[in-house]
């Protein structure tokens, strides 16, 4: 069974600083990975999907990369902004069927 | 991308009660998805919803307790049956891609509290 996990679990950093946040995934054999932000007690925001044939996917300030053979992803946020404070999770497909498996989720801090 | 409603956006409920949560999406979808996420844990996959046939529920999910309805390919019901406090979660539906440049799509979530 896929899993998924995401380090690290909680960051806080001022404001104007880039960060990474890390996704793990045990099974390389995926259809896609998703990004998504999920503010507190509301419900998911896509941000990026990386499909997987692709290597990285960009928009505006953000940038997802994928390394499928390694079972990494990665999401570079850069000038981080106190609006960016939220959960971060990332979400595998796999090959097979409809299963979406989510990891454990960073929760971010931008401090003003 | 799929544009998804859902209600309610929380509620607070008695044990023993049922809540269905309703969920409208703009684009007829073949697949809908239910998802529950306990306090502090991430989503965990609660059935898969096909319209015209039964639900498809994960391990440690039953359809008596979380009954599902599909009755066109645009809306969807979870219902939560006999509720105690452990089912107090947040509550997500969510539509696979409507091609594949797009990912899944969730709905805004319904927090549930039971007291």
């Known amino acids: 069974k896929q899993e998924v996990t995401q380090i690290p679990a909680a960051l806080s950093v001022p404001e104007g600083e880039n960060l990474v946040l890390n996704c793990s995934f045990t099974d390389s054999a995926i259809y896609n990975l998703q990004w998504f932000r999920q503010d507190p007690g509301k419900g998911l925001t896509s941000l990026l999907l990386i499909q997987s044939s692709q290597r990285e996917q960009t928009s505006g300030r953000l940038n997802a990369s994928l390394d499928k053979s390694s079972g990494r992803s990665t999401l570079y946020i850069a000038a981080s902004q106190p609006g960016d404070s939220a959960t971060y999770l990332c979400?595998?497909?796999?090959?097979?069927?409809?299963?979406?498996?989510f990891g454990t989720g960073t929760s971010l801090t931008v401090i003003p | 991308s799929a544009v998804i409603s859902q209600k309610p956006s929380r509620d607070i409920c008695q044990r023993g009660t049922s809540l269905t949560i309703q969920c409208q999406v703009d684009?007829?979808?073949?697949?809908m998805f239910w998802y529950r996420q306990q306090p502090g844990q991430s989503l965990t996959l609660i059935a898969t919803?096909?319209?015209?046939?039964?639900?498809?529920?994960e391990s440690g999910f039953v359809i008596d307790k979380f009954p599902i309805s599909r009755p066109n390919l645009t809306f969807s019901t979870l219902t939560v049956s006999n509720m105690s406090p452990e089912d107090s979660s947040i509550y997500l539906c969510?539509?696979?891609?409507?091609?594949?440049?797009?990912?899944?799509?969730f709905g805004s979530g319904t927090r549930l509290t039971v007291v």
């Open positions: 684009s007829q979808v073949t697949m």
């Open positions: 919803a096909n319209q015209g046939s039964e639900a498809t529920y």
């Open positions: 979400a595998v497909r796999g090959n097979t069927g409809n299963q979406f498996y």
């Open positions: 969510s539509v696979g891609p409507l091609t594949e440049n797009y990912g899944y799509t």
